[in-house]
Structure formats: C-alpha cells, structure tokens
C-alpha cells in the first residue's frame, strides 16, 4: 500500500471553529489531493496540489484551503466549520504522471461538526 | 448527461456467478479509465485501470468502448470477498492538470 497517513482519524468539532486535517506521504509524489465523500455524490474533489506551494481548487473549494509546504504534507484547514462539513475527507497522491495515473488514498479522516 | 454515471445497485447475486458493471461518462476527450473498490467504511483501492484493448486480471475484466463511451468491469466466479461497491473513475481533463471524476458507485453484494 502507498504509504499515506491521514490524521487525525476521527475529529468532532463545533461549528465556527477552525479544524485541520494533515496528508502525510512518504512516496515523494508531486500530486496530492484532498476529496470529501458524501452519500449520494461520491467522491469530490476539494484541493488538489501540483507541487510545493502550488495547489489549485477542485470542485467544492469554497470553505476550505490548503497549504503545501513540504513534498510530503499537505494540510486541509476549514477557516471556520460548518454542519455541511460533516464528511468522511480522504487524502490522495499520484506519481509524476499525476492527470494520467491513477490516485493511491489515506485511509480517511470522519469529521463531524454539531 | 452526468460526467460520470453508474448503475447504483444493490447487485444482488450469488456466489459462482459473473456480474458486469457499466459506466458512462460524457466526455468523449477523456484519456484514463479506472475501476476502484471500496469496503464499507475504508479508502477507495484501485482494483484496475481500464486499457483501449481490454484487460484482465485473474477473474476481473475491464473494457472499455469509446465510441459509446463506456466501460466496463465483468467479475467471473464471483466470491464472498467480493461484496463491495464499485467506484468508476474517469479523467476529465480539466485544465491543465486534469481532473478525475468519481463515478457515485455500485453496490455489489454476493451471498452464499
């Protein structure tokens, strides 16, 4: 399995409070991406990351940043959570071919905000 | 058309038999194909990428037409092990840096 770690686990948070979750990967990959999931949409793509210091928004950005400041990590923050947070949030990698390679998954952070 | 579509089951069927899945997606640019697996509660697995001539491995078949644009995943002698949904994955070349589309799943199960 490619070696990904996502932490914590498990978090419930309240609202308005700022949460953080980490991808940790020791597989020097330069793609990295954060996904939520949620029953009845599948797997949406958040953030993703191109390179140290690069990242781009994915399909539901809006709520979240990232910051990628090693090869290795990549941090997910939600400035101020919300209930519409409350997710099952997966990291992914992918090898330099990033766009043409498939993704390798954490095995996901369970949120709840209440 | 939905980016990416699948049958969301249950597939209901019983040990020995085979199974097919498909999925459409609506981009006809697309370049890569996947088929994941996904266990209750765990991180989506690739079980297999999808190849313009078909590919197999072990009891597992991919295909994929792009004339239709679809593909599909057959499951011969289906074990219990196999119960599990069925993530269609797509590369909708979005910008520069493309952008894989999930399909929402399909939900196998096989009974004894």
């Known amino acids: 399995d490619a070696g990904i770690t996502q932490s914590p686990r498990h978090k419930v948070t309240e609202t308005g409070t700022p949460v953080t979750l980490r991808c940790h990967q020791t597989?020097?990959?330069?793609?990295m991406y954060w996904y939520r999931q949620d029953p009845g949409h599948g797997l949406r793509l958040i953030h993703y990351?191109?390179?140290?210091?690069?990242?781009d928004k994915g399909e539901v950005s809006d709520g979240y940043s990232v910051s990628r400041s090693k090869t290795e990590d990549f941090l997910l923050t939600l400035e101020s959570a919300t209930s519409s947070q409350t997710s099952v949030y997966f990291c992914?990698?992918?090898?330099?071919?990033?766009?043409?390679?498939?993704?390798?998954f954490g095995n996901g952070t369970r949120l709840t905000v209440t | 058309r939905k980016e990416v579509e699948q049958d969301p089951g249950p597939f209901n069927v019983p040990e020995g038999a085979t199974v097919a899945f498909n999925c459409t997606y609506s981009?006809?640019?697309?370049?890569?194909f996947f088929w994941y697996r996904q266990d209750c509660r765990k991180e989506p697995k690739l079980l297999m990428s999808?190849?313009?001539s078909g590919n197999e491995d072990g009891r597992f078949t991919a295909q994929l037409n792009r004339a239709s644009q679809y593909i599909s995943l057959l499951i011969r002698d289906s074990k219990l092990s196999d119960s599990a949904t069925y993530l269609c994955?797509?590369?909708?070349?979005?910008?520069?840096?493309?952008?894989?589309?999930f399909g929402k799943g399909t939900k196998l199960s096989v009974k004894p």
């Open positions: 992914a990698i992918s090898d330099p071919e990033g766009a043409q390679s498939p993704l390798h």
């Open positions: 597989e020097n990959h330069r793609y």
């Open positions: 990351s191109y390179g140290v210091k690069d990242t």
């Open positions: 981009n006809s640019a697309s370049q890569s």
């Open positions: 999808v190849y313009s």
């Open positions: 994955v797509v590369n909708m070349f979005r910008g520069s840096q493309g952008n894989l589309i």
